[in-house]
């Protein structure tokens, strides 16, 4: 026919086509305006239903996609409509303070095995990473073999009411077994969208029998009753937690975990508080000590990094009291030795200079180089030190210099958890064995780390390490352990002198505010380590809880001077060395091996500023000396003094070894050294892996008396050494 010419296509294709695209339009905007009045309806009639109170967990919705994750906050706590719910899938899940979250889509992906089961009641489900857009879940005529994993909750999970900051503290106990990251399971299941999720539904996990046959949803309610029992909620849980006696850490760390997994708002200004102000700061204190010949040891150690702070090229202060500021006040004393290290923070070429010290560093070359200098302040008064790379000083990199006549006087506030190393029980001698009672007391404390740092200790008796036992071979030593009401955590003790299961600690696992007791028969004579034994054992040891027990030989030891009681540990805070203020623990650094602090008796200076040694010359000195660790073998060593007698290993029947510079000793291991004293000075004290002076690891002994110039002819300098 004429009308199908190509001329008469070429005219009415195009109309008759753009008529059908209207049609189909409309067509598809009624059917999804219909939907979705179905949708809001149903929703409303779920929400108003009687059976919207209940509290059984929410069913996952059928045949429907996930809600976008773009969506209002109060349109994604809905639940999901279904075309064709059964009586049971109508009933939702009402927890306390906020409504949950749309399901997730369950995971076709096969899992990786899950570890070893930990016996631990905290168990509690992770957010899910899926995002909301994926694939619809499966139709409810699908069979489900396991439960669709909770999704994680929204961020009104963090209105749960509490003290965060307060409850932060609390979780600390926690960090040894949990995370707080989605899918990082520990020697517990993460913890990361705990409130309002169904208890034993954790991936990559495998939980007790207990815990997954417990039907439980963790509201705000009942993770509170947990909490103060956990063998009440969940009989037969094996896990080492005791539960929380009281109702604020209860409630505070319920907050936290709730605030922990709420998306964080992107704050500009947040980012903006962090950067380093370009004004000029008021005065620091010197925070040194006056100078003395202290062998090996800085009296004031700086590090500056170069950056951009107010529009201007700056040095900006790392650590301390001069950590974030921008050309920072240094201070000194008359004579001191300073040490100062310089980072190049943003790559370009910089120095720094001291003019009236005639102190100058070298340049450093690229982003993350840096170069350390050592000087002496000159005579009191007020000086500069700057970058004389041309320009930068103009730019703004000048600072101020103050040397003091005399330091500002300290007062130490921190409770000083540090052992003295002259603390400790007098030789024992020749007598007949008899029955020994040992009285130890495990307390967690917030303690002196540094100046203005501190730390949550746990702790044998309020001190790091734990009191010095003495016995003779063939006592029998009777234990008494009691766990301080305040504890969060069992503790427990394993004592290296003991045979028989845990050295003890299979017998004496206590629970806060109980007391156990056992004996056992020091059956070799030497110096051992003890330690608590609790999992996560490596915390327990990092934290403080280590000590040492002398099983004197049947005739004693030689008598001697001077007796000290010295003991290496690491500490693992998130914060690194020298940030001031309270400072957390770090699983992650623990197991990775990475401790921001090295100690000497539990803290920095706790035997060069607090409690150092003193004899006098002709002197002679003992250490008993052990690493509590729990990762680090020392090379321990005394600048300026050989060793006359090793008892190596910490044996007291085997010869000792004459004329020893440097012992190495194992975690866990102990040895004994003499020597006798010749020249007045003092002594450093120090584990010759020397970086780790850098991180607090040094002591000190004072010999006074006459000088031996027979022996030792020169002139000592304050702060110098080989």
Same mark, same amino acid.
């Given at each position: ?11 009415? %294709? ?10 189909? %339009? ?15 309806? !149903? ?41 064709? #719910? ?17 399901? $997730?889509?369950?995971? +076709?992906? $096969? ?69 707080? !990251? ?42 509170? $009753?947990? %909490? ?44 903006? $508080? ?7 700061? #008021? ?110 000083? %103009? ?17 130490? /506030?921190? #409770? ?19 029955? *020994?009672? /040992? ?29 010095? *036992? ?24 394993? =004592? ?76 693992? +805070? ?8 309270? !400072? ?42 052990? *690493?509590?660790?729990?990762? =680090? ?31 190495? /000793? ?31 690891? *040094? ?24």
């Amino acid at each position: 026919m004429a009308f199908f010419t190509h001329s008469n296509l070429k005219n009415w %294709l195009p109309g008759t086509l753009g008529v059908i695209a209207v049609f189909a %339009l409309l067509a598809i905007a009624g059917i999804s305006h219909n939907r979705a009045s179905t949708a809001t309806t !149903q929703v409303a009639a779920s929400t108003s239903s009687p059976a919207a109170q209940d509290n059984a967990p929410a069913k996952p919705a059928a045949n429907t996609p996930a809600t976008p994750q773009a969506a209002p906050a109060k349109t994604a706590a809905a639940p999901v409509a279904k075309p064709a #719910a059964s009586h049971e899938d109508s009933h939702t899940a009402a927890t306390p303070k906020a409504a949950p979250a749309a399901q $997730a889509p369950a995971s +076709t992906t $096969a899992t990786a095995n899950p570890p070893a089961a930990h016996d631990h009641a905290m168990a509690m489900t992770p957010a899910k990473t899926a995002p909301a857009k994926t694939a619809p879940t499966p139709p409810a005529k699908v069979a489900q073999a396991n439960p669709v994993p909770s999704a994680a909750p929204t961020a009104s999970a963090a209105n749960v009411e509490g003290d965060v900051v307060h409850g932060r503290e609390v979780y600390k106990k926690c960090q040894a077994c949990h995370s707080t !990251q989605p899918g990082r399971n520990g020697l517990g299941p993460t913890l990361a969208g705990i409130v309002g999720s169904k208890a034993g539904d954790v991936p990559n996990y495998s939980f007790s029998a207990a815990m997954k046959q417990s039907g439980i949803t963790w509201t705000p309610e009942k993770l509170d $009753a947990y %909490l103060a029992d956990p063998q009440k909620v969940v009989p037969g849980n094996k896990m080492p937690f005791p539960g929380l006696k009281t109702e604020a850490d209860r409630t505070d760390v319920i907050a936290f975990l709730a605030k922990a997994n709420a998306a964080p708002a992107a704050s500009g200004a947040n980012e903006a $508080a962090k950067a380093p102000s370009a004004a000029t700061p #008021a005065p620091e204190p010197a925070a040194q000590a006056p100078a003395t010949a202290h062998t090996y040891v800085s009296d004031a150690k700086y590090t500056l990094r170069s950056g951009i702070a107010g529009g201007k090229m700056v040095f900006i202060g790392v650590g301390g009291t001069i950590d974030g500021k921008a050309n920072p006040i240094l201070t000194a004393v008359e004579g001191q030795v300073v040490q100062l290290t310089l980072i190049n923070g943003e790559g370009a070429e910089h120095n720094i200079v001291f003019p009236d010290q005639d102190a100058r560093s070298p340049r450093v070359l690229g982003k993350g180089a840096s170069t350390t200098i050592v000087f002496r302040a000159g005579k009191a008064g007020d000086y500069l030190y700057y970058c004389d790379v041309p320009g930068h000083r %103009l730019a703004g990199m000048e600072g101020q210099f103050l040397v003091t006549n005399t330091a500002t006087p300290q007062t130490t /506030v921190e #409770a000083d958890i540090s052992r003295d190393p002259a603390d400790m029980p007098p030789p024992i001698g020749k007598r007949d064995p008899k029955t *020994v009672r /040992v009285d130890l007391f495990t307390v967690e404390m917030e303690g002196r780390l540094a100046e203005g740092t501190t730390f949550g200790y746990w702790t044998f008796n309020g001190k790091v390490p734990g009191p010095m *036992v003495r016995v003779r071979v063939g006592d029998t030593v009777d234990v008494h352990l009691k766990n301080s009401a305040d504890s969060n955590m069992i503790h427990s003790v394993d =004592f290296h002198a003991a045979t028989g299961p845990g050295g003890g600690a299979a017998a004496l696992q206590v629970d806060p505010g109980d007391e156990k007791s056992m004996t056992f028969k020091a059956l070799k004579p030497g110096l051992y380590v003890y330690h608590c034994a609790t999992p996560m054992v490596a915390e327990h040891i990092a934290n403080g809880m280590y000590g040492m027990i002398l099983v004197e030989p049947e005739e004693g030891l030689p008598k001697v001077d001077h007796e000290f009681y010295v003991m290496q540990g690491e500490i693992y +805070t998130e914060a690194p060395y020298g940030q001031h203020g309270s !400072q957390e623990f770090s699983v992650e650094k623990l197991l990775a091996e990475r401790p921001e602090y090295f100690v000497f008796n539990g803290s920095v200076g706790a035997i060069s500023k607090l409690h150092p040694m003193h004899a006098k010359v002709g002197d002679t000195v003992r250490m008993y000396f052990g *690493v509590g660790g729990p990762n =680090f073998t020392s090379s321990f060593h005394v600048i300026g003094e050989i060793f006359d007698k090793v008892y190596n290993l910490g044996t007291v029947t085997s010869p000792p070894l004459h004329d020893v510079q440097t012992v190495s /000793v194992a975690p866990g291991g102990a040895t004994i050294t003499e020597f006798k004293l010749d020249v007045p000075g003092n002594y450093t004290v120090v584990d010759h892996a020397l970086a780790r002076m850098e991180r607090g690891l *040094v002591g000190q002994l004072i010999v006074e008396g006459e000088p031996n110039p027979d022996i030792y002819n020169g002139k000592v300098m304050p702060g110098m050494g080989h």
